[in-house]
Nanobody, 123 residues
């Protein structure tokens, strides 16, 4: 049974940092790329970042470039999203999702989703 579990969300002041984790289990092998998406109340789901199966390629939304860094530890089946210089507009429910091998910017192209972790940036 495939499962993705996000953790690391919370309340942080503007300018602060958080590290999100996405722990994957149930995959028969490390075939998957992991994307991070977020959705704020009343807004559409937005692609934030993605890392390919072997970490050979990554992408970032323009809104987070230079502030967020995605990485993965395949030995631990975990993908991380380091978020620095957080802004109030980063407030959202953050999801990780998996698809085979390569990243895609379209959330419809992901096969498995976690339940999400809330990130709130506020003073």
């Amino acid at each position: 049974q495939v499962q993705l579990v996000e953790s690391g969300g919370g309340l942080v002041q503007p300018g602060g940092s958080l590290r999100l984790s996405c722990a994957a289990s149930g995959f028969t092998r490390n075939y998957y790329a992991i994307g991070w998406f977020r959705q704020a109340p009343g807004k559409e789901r937005e692609g934030v970042s993605c890392i390919s199966r072997n970490a050979g390629s990554t992408y970032y939304a323009d809104s987070v470039k230079g502030r967020f860094t995605i990485s993965r530890d395949n030995a631990k089946n975990t993908v991380y999203l380091q978020m620095n210089s957080l802004k109030p507009e980063d407030t959202a429910l953050y999801y990780c999702a998996a698809r085979p091998t390569f990243c895609s910017r379209g959330y419809d192209n992901y096969d498995y989703w976690g339940q999400g972790t809330q990130v709130t940036v506020s003073s």
